[in-house]
Nanobody, 121 residues
Framework: QVQLVESGGGLVQAGGSLRLSCAAS????????MAWYRQAPGKQRELVAG???????NYADSVKGRFTISRDNAKNTAYLQMNSLKPEDTAVYYC???????????????WGQGTQVTVSS
């Protein structure tokens, strides 16, 4: 089993910053891809940013230039630095990881429980 634990959410004023962390633990051989998703009330979950083990990164257009995703492969941890936050960034943020539990096994997608980010105007 694999557990993903997110931290770093909270309440911040517009223009402020937050840094989210996602630590993976358990039966892990490697993690191919780590990503942050978010879901606002009444909306579908959407991809915010993702990063491969080799460092290839993709962002949603709405966060480009404001958010930065990174990861520490040795710690099986991903981060999301969020700057210039806007009220429309308010959502529950979820960490996702595609985990390989042993050599040559297929990756399996795991999700964290989510952390609330609220941006006040």
């Amino acid at each position: 089993q694999v557990q993903l634990v997110e931290s770093g959410g909270g309440l911040v004023q517009a223009g402020g910053s937050l840094r989210l962390s996602c630590a993976a633990s358990g039966s892990i051989f490697s993690i191919n891809y780590m990503a942050w998703y978010r879901q606002a009330p009444g909306k579908q979950r959407e991809l915010v940013a993702g990063i491969t083990r080799g460092g290839f990164i993709n962002y949603a257009d709405s966060v480009k230039g404001r958010f930065t995703i990174s990861r520490d492969n040795a710690k099986n941890t991903a981060y999301l630095q969020m700057n210039s936050l806007k009220p429309e960034d308010t959502a529950v943020y979820y960490c996702a990881a595609d985990v390989v539990y042993m050599r040559d096994s297929r990756p399996a997608r795991y999700w964290g429980q989510g952390t609330q980010v609220t941006v006040s105007s």
